[in-house]
Structure formats: structure tokens, C-alpha cells
């Protein structure tokens, strides 16, 4: 269900937002689920990891496992997870719930978006769109970026949205190491850049609009930014690192600048509501059908050579469509994939972040996923046999 507060046009206020009643999911434990994950995590010696299937409007959902490996507390259902660039397809979301209320184009040039820079901004530049910043064909790189020579003058001490002004000024005015609009070239940079568009836009930090336009919109509760667990915040989901070849846990995160492309937490079962959204189930009225569309519409792009590119999303050229993300600060890992035509999702995530977890992610990820399309083709056709 949706409710507009709003008493003047849409164009003409930010503030003006339709509130979305969100629609409950019945969570619970899946204790099949826990033995397939155990036996997932057990073969890979990850210190824990979690799962959740959506189908229609129930989640099942498990974890296994220890919060950190050095101390004996087993994970709990309702840790939260760091979901590393999964967080990329939130900051989407917030761009498309923007462009519904007329605030911002799919097709705003960075020159339109940011005047104050128009003249500054190498002339490559000025005519890359906010959709060519979420389908990285902006031309910024992979990454190498934070040289001492970039960073020099920056001030982490700075209020963070000055660090993404800054940023993205040091970015735009030096020329692109890719032709924009030419090929995919996945980039971090990119979302950081779309993150100080949306404050310049909204005069909001890129973290309350995440809070007021996805967590709250949603129901996501439990989620937020930085770190799961810290020596400031122990009792928690610790990341772990890897050292002389064992895991010991972490209180580390991306730099909060980098929030757009890479910051969020969220316990598995609000990150299902997130799923549950762009599969179509709860909150149909949070993004309009034609940007929700958008959103999830694939191009094969130079570059990409296994999937398509949406906006915040790959798009896997598999019947049934698949929008897929895989996220990771270095020190955790998280995958999504949501099936919208099957109202589904799997949700898989592990404190760690090493190829032993990246395996590990894949190997669940592909079994619950395969697990997930068999059942539906079984109850398919039985449905065909019955008279």
C-alpha cells in the first residue's frame, strides 16, 4: 500500500515523499537450510556464514558458524551481515525513488547535475549520464585510484558528504583513463560520484537518504553503515582477515567516502525485504513499475562478456531472469540473486572475505539457486498433472 503526504507537485520538493506500509514476510529458521550451509561452511573452514530463500511472501533463512573464529558465540539469525557492493543496488534504488519524484533524469549529464563543477570537469566527462555511472560505462577505473598524488590535501576528519565533494572533484577534473560510454569497466568510483550527486540533488547525506528512501520505506530494520562489529562495538558479526594463513577477526571497513558503492549491514532477514521488493512481492508502490523496470532492464555492454548490465544490478541471460550482485569489503562476502518472475530470492553472506569464502559463496549460491528452480519446476508440474 502506498500514502502520499505530499500537498504540492512532486517536481517541485524533495521533501515530498510517498510513504510505502510495509508488508510482513513470515521469516523463520530452516533447520534443512542450517544442515546445507554447515556442511558448505565445514568444507571451506569459513568462520560463518548465512542464508536466506524468499519465495513469494516467506523467508527461510539460517546461519552457521561463529561471530568471531577465536571466541566460542555461535552466529545469531539476526546478526548483521556487511554486504560490501551489494549495497550499489540500494543506492539505484534511491536514484530510481528520485527520478519518480522528478528530481533527477536517468539521462542528467554531470555537467546538469553538478554546475558548480561544469566548468571544471574534464569535457570527457560532462556528458556522462547517472545511468552510464550505474552501468559503469562512465569511463572511471577499477580502481588504483587513492595514489598519495590523488589523495593529497584530503582530510578524513572532513564531514563526510565534503569527502565526497572532494572526491568527486578530483575524479571529474583529470581525464578518464576509459572513453566514456565505450565499454563496462566496473568502478567503485562511479557510485561514488553518484552518491555526491545525490547530496548536491537533496542537500542529504548519501546515508539518511538510504535510510528514509530503502530501510524505512521497507522495514529493513537492523541495518546501517561501517563495520558489523568493532572493538568499540564487540558484541557482534566480526570480518575476518586472513593471517599466516588463519582467519582472525577484524573491526575494519571501506572508507566511509566509499559508502555509496560499498558500506551497508543488514541482518538477513531485512536484507529479504530489499530482495523481496525488487522480486515484486512487498512495496509494489516504492518504486514505479516503469522505473522498477528500468532498473532491472539488461545491456550487453563491451567489456562484459557473461552478463548483461542494469542499473545496480548484473542481469543474467538465464530463463528465468536473474538480477545478481556479489559484494565484498575485503573482509566479508555477499551475494544476491533475485528472480522477479518467480517472486524469489537466495541471499548468501560469509564473515570473511578470502577466495575460501568467495568459494564458499559460490558454492551455496549455486546450490540454494539450483535447489530454488527445481522445486518451482516440480510444483509446475504437478500442478500440470492434476485433472
Known amino acids: 500500500m502506498v500514502r502520499s503526504n505530499c500537498l504540492i507537485p512532486l517536481v517541485l520538493a524533495v521533501a515530498c515523499r510517498a510513504t510505502v506500509t510495509p ?19 565445514g568444507a571451506h573452514g569459513v568462520p560463518g556464514m548465512g542464508a536466506a530463500i ?48 522528478h528530481v533527477l533524469r536517468w539521462n542528467l549529464t554531470l555537467a546538469e547535475a553538478l554546475p558548480a563543477l561544469a566548468d571544471k570537469i574534464d569535457p570527457a566527462f560532462r556528458s556522462v549520464t547517472l545511468e552510464m555511472l550505474m552501468r559503469h560505462t562512465a569511463g572511471l577505473s577499477a580502481g588504483g585510484a587513492f595514489t598519495p598524488e590523488f589523495t593529497a590535501g584530503f582530510d578524513e576528519s572532513w564531514p563526510v558528504e565534503h569527502q565526497r565533494a ?9 581525464a578518464p583513463p576509459i572513453t566514456p560510454g ?42 546501517g553503515f561501517g563495520p558489523t562489529a568493532s572493538a568499540e562495538h564487540p558484541d557482534g558479526n566480526w570480518a575476518h582477515d586472513v593471517k599466516d594463513g588463519a582467519y582472525v577477526p577484524i573491526g575494519d571497513d571501506n572508507p566511509q567516502f566509499m559508502g555509496p558503492a ?19 512481492v512487498i512495496a509494489r508502490g516504492w518504486i514505479s513499475p516503469t522505473a522498477m523496470e528500468h ?19 548484473g542481469v543474467s541471460r538465464t530463463k528465468p531472469t536473474r538480477l545478481t550482485h556479489g559484494g565484498s569489503n575485503g573482509w566479508n562476502d555477499a551475494r544476491i540473486v533475485v528472480i522477479p518472475s518467480l517472486q524469489a530470492a537466495v541471499l548468501v ?24 528452480l527445481a522445486s518451482r519446476s516440480a510444483a509446475i508440474a504437478l500442478r500440470m498433472r492434476r485433472p
Open 23 to 41: 508488508y510482513p514476510l513470515a521469516v523463520q529458521v530452516d533447520r534443512g537450510l542450517v544442515a546445507t550451509i554447515e556442511r558448505v561452511r
Open 54 to 101: 524468499l519465495r513469494g511472501d516467506h523467508v527461510a533463512i539460517a546461519v552457521t558458524g561463529k561471530r568471531r573464529v577465536d571466541q566460542p558465540e555461535p552466529l545469531q539469525t539476526g546478526d548483521a551481515f556487511h554486504l560490501g557492493s551489494d549495497t550499489k543496488a540500494m543506492t539505484a534504488s534511491v536514484v530510481a525513488r528520485l527520478v519518480d519524484r
Open 166 to 174: 572532494w572526491m568527486t572533484e578530483r575524479f571529474l577534473t583529470r
Open 182 to 223: 565505450t565499454k563496462f569497466s566496473y568502478s567503485n568510483y562511479g557510485y561514488l560520484v553518484l552518491g555526491h550527486v545525490l547530496e548536491h540533488a537533496t542537500h542529504k547525506p548519501w546515508e539518511q537518504l538510504v535510510r528514509e528512501e530503502v530501510f524505512d520505506m521497507l522495514g529493513m530494520t537492523g541495518c
Open 262 to 280: 560499498a558500506t551497508v549491514y543488514c541482518p538477513l532477514a531485512a536484507w529479504a525485504r530489499f530482495a523481496a521488493a525488487h522480486a515484486g
Open 295 to 313: 532498473l532491472h532492464t539488461g545491456v550487453t555492454l563491451p567489456g562484459e562478456p557473461i552478463k548483461d548490465i542494469g542499473l545496480g544490478w
Open 349 to 372: 553472506t560469509v564473515n570473511a572475505g578470502d577466495q575460501r569464502a568467495r568459494d564458499a559463496g559460490d558454492e551455496l549460491t549455486n546450490t540454494l539457486v539450483e535447489r530454488l
